[in-house]
């Protein structure tokens, strides 16, 4: 038997029969059409996975200029800080590490919350706050607080939030 005689088919003639040729089709056709229904999925989890990145990188950058504040009384005026209610941030000021200067202007000429907030802002929808309070249960430690940054966003798969938290003591 030859190569050629393999290729045959009952009735001695080459190729696919058409109802295989067919299902073939109809088999590829599935897969397309599976593959393409899951790309827009896909290119929504993409974004709203580099949306949860920035907002944590963005809250981790904040929690870093509160912890490198010089004075504690400054580590407190970041309370309240809210991106979301319309507010204008505290006015960029020199020189940094000065008591009272929270916004201290960098080498672009800008203040660093006003960077801060910008990238905020890029997020969709995006939002971010500060919330100081003491620490929970007795004993309290008179110079203590607890710092929480929350940045959130709003993007095509819903909403969603980047959180974190810490204490931080006056420098003796």
Request: glycine share 12%; proline share 7%; hydrophobic share 45%.
């Amino acid at each position: 038997m030859s190569r050629g005689d393999l290729l045959l088919t009952p009735r001695g003639r080459a190729g696919f029969s058409l109802p295989e040729t067919l299902l073939a089709a109809a088999v590829v056709a599935t897969v397309l059409l599976a593959v393409t229904r899951m790309l827009p999925t896909a290119s929504q989890r993409i974004t709203t996975g580099g949306n949860m990145t920035r907002a944590s990188a963005l809250a981790q950058a904040l929690m870093e200029m509160i912890r490198g504040e010089a004075h504690f009384a400054d580590v407190l005026a970041y309370d309240g800080l809210d991106t979301g209610r319309g507010e204008t941030l505290p006015a960029a000021c020199l020189p940094s590490g000065a008591p009272g200067c929270i916004n201290s202007l960098e080498a672009a000429g800008e203040g660093k919350l006003d960077r801060w907030q910008r990238g905020v802002e890029q997020l969709g929808a995006g939002r971010g706050s500060v919330t100081i309070s003491p620490p929970p249960a007795p004993p309290r430690v008179p110079r203590l607080a607890v710092v929480t940054v929350t940045i959130s966003w709003v993007d095509s798969l819903g909403s969603g939030t980047a959180r974190i938290v810490t204490a931080i003591a006056e420098r003796l």
